[in-house]
């Protein structure tokens, strides 16, 4: 508080000068008005007031830069009040001040070339394949918010509460979505003092139900005066420049913690590059500042999405500077607004990491062909932009969408959260299908280059292995540039397992050599009839996998 408080009475001294009109105060002091050092005293005492308010408030930054318009405002005051050559000279500082402000104010339009560099990415075509060995982080957070909602009632003194921002990360291994209990108004505040803990669902299982997780928060973003939390991160560093939300972030032990991304302007007050975040108790209010490369294991979001989502628009907008973003447009790319924080969505690699993905694309109204997409490492903010194969046109996001959305008119379910993955060395887009209630229903997987090919499951593993088999009946990549190879076999069916995935039904059988295999009756549509006992010969791909695909299958005698 004390930093503030200094801060704010040097800033009102300083408005104080410049208000306060000295030569008129000598003429008027013989007409009977209130002495000079009254009006001084009680000038300063306002704006020493009216200063502190406004930064309390307003937790912004303690740097003198961001005084310029209330210098201007002073100064301006101040020579309207005076004479003769008080009033030159504060005008003179009147036209300083304008100078600076012009300069803030039009630094956009030539630092476009410095942000651009700050956001610069490496190029890469693709990224590492997926097969369904692997699961990705696959619940839509409309859904996990929903689930959340529906097990409030596990919360001690419900009313006094709402559920907080929903936000996802790695504990213990595991993908998980976290939500703070927050307080609903300031008189719950008051009278609780303490938010009791936060909510964790699994990220990856959309059957497993929501666990209330007891840890007490007493600096939170929903708390007031010195114990909210931005505000107190303020307190602890008055000239910091932090740029995006507040996130919680749980170690692998449970304890909350809240951080806060902190960097510095790229020019003048202008743009932003991340340098580090500050770590915050949530119960005692302990804080820590850690550079990037200091950052603590257990925080995977260290780098704001608010932050990686204004490096996406600095690398697809100013390639070729600001004038060209506006109008001449060559080489602009925009980053898609499909992202489930902060238009952009987090991501899990086959190494447990967790990145931001976007997707860009033409600025060009009505095309809904993807240029490329970036994948931002959360913790270092370190960025690749991925081209996809420069033969193929890949669709956007926004494509993807909108084939769910006719797939699926009747029913008026829409896709959420579409992420662009390399299933089997094929550029997918993997999209959770809720209804109008948000509740999960399928999901859907389609070709981002080949739209034709598309499945949907209950499951994302079911989803795959159903993508598999549309991939090897396709054109798509795994029956061309798969190093699986193909064989043949036959044998007697020991046993025989049907499921109904979406319009086809996926068998899966098992072989007297011990050898599982799996097909899709959309490849063999005489599969359906399939039962213990039958003679088989059919062509596989030997991926090495449990379930090997069959690519033909002939029944004997049938």
């Not at 001294?13 to 000598?26: D, E, G, H, Q, Y």
């Not at 005076?82 to 001040?97: C, D, F, H, N, Q």
């Not at 490369?293 to 704001?304: E, M, Q, R, T, Y």
């Not at 046993?495 to 007297?512: H, M, P, W």
Request: glycine share 8%; charged share 20%.
């Amino acid at each position: 508080m004390g930093n503030i408080l200094l801060f704010s009475l040097i800033i009102g001294l300083a408005a104080t000068i410049l208000i306060v009109p000295m030569s008129a105060m000598k003429m008027k002091k013989k007409e009977g008005y209130p002495s000079f050092g009254k009006v001084f005293g009680a000038t300063l005492i306002i704006a020493f007031v009216a200063t502190f308010l406004f930064y309390y408030l307003t937790s912004l930054d303690q740097n003198f830069t961001s005084v310029w318009i209330l210098f201007i405002i002073a100064a301006i005051a101040g020579a309207s009040l005076s004479y003769g050559t008080e009033r030159m000279i504060k005008g003179v500082l009147v036209l300083a001040g304008l100078v600076v402000g012009v300069y803030f104010l039009s630094a956009f339009l030539f630092n476009a070339d410095e942000k651009y560099e700050s956001a610069d990415m490496k190029t890469k075509t693709e990224i590492q394949a997926f097969d369904e060995t692997e699961t990705p982080a696959s619940v839509p957070p409309q859904f996990a918010r929903n689930k959340m909602k529906k097990a409030f009632g596990q919360v001690p003194n419900t009313s006094y509460y709402e559920l907080g921002n929903l936000q996802i990360q790695k504990v213990n291994g595991d993908y998980v979505y976290i939500a703070p209990v927050e307080f609903s108004d300031f008189w719950k505040w008051v009278k609780g003092d303490k938010t009791p803990g936060y909510f964790m669902l699994s990220a990856t299982d959309s059957t497993a139900n929501p666990k209330f997780m007891k840890e007490e928060m007493k600096y939170t973003p929903s708390s007031y005066l010195n114990e909210n939390i931005e505000r107190h991160i303020r307190m602890k560093y008055p000239k910091k420049i932090f740029y995006g939300d507040v996130q919680l972030e749980v170690n692998d032990e449970g304890k909350p913690f809240y951080i806060r991304t902190y960097g510095a302007f790229i020019s003048a007050r202008n743009g932003f590059d991340a340098e580090g975040v500050v770590l915050v108790d949530a119960l005692t209010g302990d804080t820590k500042a850690y550079p990037i490369k200091d950052i603590p294991a257990f925080i995977d979001g260290a780098i704001s999405p608010e932050t990686v989502s204004l490096q996406n628009s600095y690398f697809g907008n100013f390639v070729k500077g600001f004038w060209n973003s506006k109008f001449g447009k060559s080489d602009v790319k925009l980053p898609s607004d499909e992202g489930t924080e902060a238009n952009v969505t987090p991501v899990f690699n086959k190494d447990g990491d967790m990145y931001y993905f976007t997707d860009f694309t033409s600025p060009k109204e009505g095309v809904d062909s993807m240029l490329g997409y970036s994948m931002t490492n959360a913790r270092t903010g370190e960025a690749t932009y991925y081209t996809g194969n420069l033969e193929e046109s890949y669709m956007d996001s926004q494509g993807a969408l909108q084939i769910i959305q006719k797939r699926f008119i009747e029913k008026k379910w829409d896709g959420k959260m579409p992420v662009l993955y390399n299933f089997y060395g094929e550029a997918s887009w993997l999209t959770p299908v809720l209804d109008s209630n948000g509740f999960l229903q399928n999901y859907f997987i389609v070709s981002a280059a080949n739209p034709e090919i598309a499945v949907y499951a209950d499951t994302p593993n079911q989803a795959l292995k159903m993508y598999k088999t549309a991939l090897q009946k396709g054109s798509g990549s795994l029956n061309n540039n798969s190093k699986a190879e193909e064989k043949q076999d036959s044998g007697k069916v020991v046993r025989v397992y049907k499921e109904k995935s979406g319009d086809y039904t996926v068998v899966s059988f098992l072989l007297e050599n011990g050898k599982n295999y799996i097909v899709s009756s959309e490849i063999s549509p005489l599969a359906i009839y399939l039962r213990e006992n039958d003679t088989v010969k059919f062509t596989y791909s030997d991926t090495e996998e449990e379930f090997l695909p069959v690519k033909d299958l002939t029944i004997e005698g049938l």
